[in-house]
Nanobody
Framework: QVQLVESGGGLVQPGGSLRLSCTVSGTIFGIYMAWYRQAPGKQRELVARITTGRSTMYLDSVTGRFTISRDNVNGAVYLQMDSLKPEDTTIYYC????????WGQGTLVTVSS
């Protein structure tokens, strides 16, 4: 059973930055990976995706502000978040792009002055 552990969230002022990390207990070689977020009462949405060839895709509202990256050797996926806005406040999760692994606990990002 693959385990996902997200970290790096916290409280930041608008315009600030955070770097989220996701460690995967299994291999991520050959697997498209993604970051998701889910606000209370809303559906989980895909924020960013990275292919095995490191091509990336982003939710329109984060394009130009967020950057996803991966470390296949160490089984990790990262999300660099810059120019954060209050509307980015929510819990962030990682998973493969078909979200077939059990979800981790996520990491809470709060953007507030």
């Amino acid at each position: 059973q693959v385990q996902l552990v997200e970290s790096g969230g916290g409280l930041v002022q608008p315009g600030g930055s955070l770097r989220l990390s996701c460690t995967v207990s299994g291999t991520i070689f050959g697997i498209y990976m993604a970051w998701y977020r889910q606000a209370p009462g809303k559906q989980r949405e895909l924020v960013a995706r990275i292919t095995t060839g490191r091509s990336t895709m982003y939710l329109d509202s984060v394009t130009g502000r967020f950057t996803i990256s991966r470390d296949n050797v160490n089984g990790a996926v990262y999300l660099q978040m810059d120019s954060l806005k209050p509307e980015d406040t929510t819990i962030y999760y990682c998973n493969n792009c078909t979200s077939t692994w059990s979800w981790g606990q996520g990491t809470l990002v709060t953007v507030s002055s």
